[in-house]
């Protein structure tokens, strides 16, 4: 993709997946309320932004709003809220999601410090199955990214004390919590190069490839 045209787009396109440039770097696909929604080349998942009102006392804004989220394609009824805290910059957590018939989608936001956050497609007969959609979000923006039932899910932090939280649509299943390698070279997902690479729990280390999932999806 040229580059002009990668600015109006507003990401940029490789052979294994999708990084987000800034994310508002063009106009909202929808809008309901005081949220915008931009679709992205994948099918599926939805990069939203609520409205934040600010005086010289700071800012509020609606951080959920089910009218709104629904009328934009968030049709899901959330039934858990989810928050991690991570103490040191390059903490990597993931790829996870939860297997069929407790699948989970994710609205995935963050409270404090900076994240790139991954999804994969799982879906094996979508279109775009195997290819990744990468974004930068951060406390200090009002973004949040909504990832379907289907897709792996990870980030690693950019920032020491980074908060992320984020609501899902199904109870954490411990039988059906599933993962994928976050460093499976045939994904090629957009990872920071790290001085000794990430910091990653045990159980992460161990994720197959997505050569060697079961077809979940």
Known sequence: MPQ???AAAGFSETPTGVSLL???LRAPDAKSGNVSAWRLPIEGPLLLCTRRFADARGSVCETYSERDFQALGVTERFVQDNHSLSRAAGTLRGMHFQAPPAAQAKLVRVLRGAILDVIVDLRRGSASFGRHVACNMSGEGAEQLYVPAGFAH????????TEVAYKVDDFYAPELDRGLAWDDPEL???WPELPGGPILSDKDRLHPRLRDLPPFF
């Open 154 to 161: 990870g980030f690693v932090t950019l920032e020491a004390e």
């Open 188 to 190: 090629g997902l957009p």
């Open 22 to 24: 800034h994310p508002f």
């Open 4 to 6: 002009g045209e990668v």
